[in-house]
């Protein structure tokens, strides 16, 4: 008898009657109950958070910024989570969200307490404080619940942190642009200050040579002004001399004017009865009967003689007008010299004043010529430090950031955020629900490895009996729980990937390395079963539960304890579940291979185990007949 006659007898055997084949279906759907049912229950409950309900309240009485603006971030907060829906958010009462909490209404609480904007803003005012937010859970809800809470209450943390560092660091950054435009107004002062002070140097120059020749020139001038004040001492009393002789010349030129003028009235008098005895004489000549051209020549005669008169009176005539022109201006002078004799005390006084005066100039005039000499050297030095500053605010300016809104965004932004994290995975998941897969279908083939011999009998009596060799009984008894757990993987990865929609990166190698898994799993299962009896399904049942322990399905296997690292490295469990995660995310690798080689000899250590038994089952025994325990 072959080991395939045996397996299709023992088929043949579950498959007569009614509830023999529901039992054999029955066997083939374990796995699919268990993996499937669990996978899809589990397949994305980070998208379905949505409907986990949250509480939320703010206390949050607001503050005023840095500018003055007035700020609730606690109510902005509140609104932004609300507004999320990444939970089913309730904003309620402190009290109503603690008593929610409690009594299993809410999952958890995050709470915004008063001064929230008052501690966060004071960041940007120099005046910090730690705000605080409040989270309450409650474990006696759900565990997870709680996990989840904490990494909402950090990441709302973390975005509150860097809103507030960014708006900080934008005031910041604004702080240094008003400092480049006044450093930028500084510059151009200085600028004008140094072109200034150039001038100012120059005119200084300019006014330096002018005070040393003013200093110069008032010298002379007090020197000229001193003979000046020693010559017209003695004006006052030789103006008044001058005075009253002009006045004596005046009276003296009147005298002669006055007889200058009886002369001249004297003359103009003959000068009329000369006149008048000319007609007379034309009329005494006519009325004695004289002919007229002897009158003419008469008077003519007469004429003549008259002449030197005439010319005499035109003399006295002209000498009078001149006798009275200089008697007016002897008095104008007489009149003058009066008040030059009445105003030489004053001048004399003012020409002293005046020497006086260009003396305190000439000693004023030296001093300020040494003072500008003075002031030339300071003037020089502020040219030179007003060039300096120049040139240093020049090189300042270039020095001070100065960013555009865009960049003083991006830099705020970066100085809040310093540290972006660019996840770069070699290979995805995708959901939580394909992240558990391999552990799932793995636990799944060895449930379905294990119930197979709850009805199947690893080793067959008839074949013991007839004498089969017992490598044929082994493999015989092992084929049939073979070819139902392949059975079982095919409808578990129609369901894992069509039902509920898992995506396998290389499906064909990853059904092929199920198929392996499924023989191995069956082969161990079965030499429990066939070594030792009813205790190897206790023994089928100790396995499973060390290799859920070691195997590393949900946490890496390195986080177990130190004491549980010889079950993952000897126990199959491990390398299926390594081996479905390479072909469910990556594909094949050579680490791969180790898995296969691993999964290969516990397959023939099953059959090799099965072998022993199977010799072992050749003696009957009365234990063997009659064992003490019968599952």
Do not use: C
């Amino acid at each position: 008898m072959n080991a395939f006659r045996i397996a299709r007898n023992e088929l043949r055997r579950l498959s007569t009657g009614t509830m023999p084949k529901l039992a054999l279906v029955a066997l083939v759907l374990v796995p699919l109950l268990y993996a499937s049912f669990y996978l899809y229950a589990n397949y994305d409950p980070y998208g379905r958070l949505d409907k986990l309900p949250a509480a939320v309240f703010t206390s949050d009485t607001g503050a005023q910024d840095a500018s003055g603006q007035q700020r609730n971030v606690g109510r902005e907060v509140t609104d932004e989570l609300v507004k999320s829906g990444t939970f089913q958010w309730h904003e309620v009462s402190e009290q109503e969200a603690r008593d929610g909490v409690r009594d299993d209404r809410y999952s958890f609480a995050i709470g915004i307490p008063s001064g929230f904007s008052a501690a966060l803003l004071g960041v940007g005012t120099f005046q910090p404080q730690q705000a605080t937010i409040t989270l309450t859970t409650n474990d006696a809800n759900n565990y997870l619940s709680g996990t989840i809470a904490k990494q909402v209450a950090e990441q709302v943390r973390k975005t509150i942190a860097e809103k507030v560092g960014s708006e900080a660091a934008d005031r910041f950054l604004v702080g240094f642009s008003t400092i480049y435009a006044k450093i930028q107004e500084a510059s151009t002062g200085a600028s004008q200050l140094a072109d200034g002070a150039t001038q100012l140097k120059s005119g200084q120059q300019q006014l330096a040579d002018g005070a040393a020749k003013l200093a110069d020139g008032s010298s002379t001038l007090a020197t000229g002004l001193g003979t000046l004040k020693s010559s017209t001492a003695d004006l006052p009393s030789q103006t008044q001399k001058l005075a009253d002789g002009a006045s004596q010349v005046a009276a003296g030129d009147q005298k002669v004017a006055d007889a200058a003028s009886l002369a001249a009235t004297a003359s103009s008098g003959i000068q009329g009865k000369l006149d008048s005895y000319r007609t007379q004489l034309q009329t005494d000549l006519r009325n004695a009967g004289v002919p007229e051209d002897q009158i003419t020549a008469i008077v003519a005669r007469a004429d003549q003689l008259r002449a030197p008169v005439d010319q005499a009176n035109s003399k006295i005539q002209q000498a009078n007008g001149d006798l009275a022109k200089l008697a007016d201006g002897a008095r104008q002078v007489s009149d003058g010299a009066a008040k030059l004799a009445a105003a030489s005390p004053q001048l004399a006084n003012g020409i002293a004043q005046a020497s006086d005066g260009a003396n305190q100039l000439k000693d004023g005039a030296a001093q300020l010529n040494d003072g500008e000499k003075t002031a030339v050297n300071g003037t020089n030095q502020l040219a030179d430090g007003a060039v300096k500053l120049r040139d240093g605010l020049a090189a300042g300016l270039k020095e001070i950031p100065n960013p555009d809104d865009p960049t003083r965004s991006a830099t705020a932004n970066t100085i809040a955020d310093p540290v972006a994290v660019n996840a770069n995975g070699e290979a995805s998941a995708g959901t939580y629900g394909a992240g558990l897969a391999p552990f799932f279908i793995s636990l799944a083939t060895w449930i379905g490895a294990f119930v197979l011999f709850l009805i199947l009998r690893p080793l067959s009596t008839r074949a013991l009996t007839a004498g089969a060799a017992p490598f044929r009984v082994a493999v015989g008894g092992w084929l049939s729980s073979a070819l139902l757990g392949m059975a079982q993987v095919i409808v578990l990865f129609g369901a894992v990937t069509w039902l509920v929609g898992i995506h396998i990166a290389h499906p064909l190698g990853a059904i092929g390395f199920a198929l392996l898994v499924s023989l191995t799993f069956t082969s161990v299962v079965h030499a429990l079963n066939a070594f030792f009896g009813a205790v190897g399904k206790f023994l089928g049942l100790v396995l499973l539960v060390l290799q859920l322990v070691s195997a590393g399905g949900t946490f890496p296997w390195q986080t177990i304890p130190d004491a549980l690292y010889p079950l993952h490295v000897v126990l199959p469990m491990g390398y299926a579940i390594d081996g479905f995660r390479h072909l469910f995310y990556s594909g094949a690798t050579v680490q791969i291979l180790g898995d296969i080689g691993v999964l290969l000899a516990y397959l023939a250590g099953g059959v090799l185990v099965s072998t022993l038994a199977a010799r072992k089952r050749r003696v009957w025994t009365v234990s063997a007949l009659k064992p003490e325990l019968s599952l």
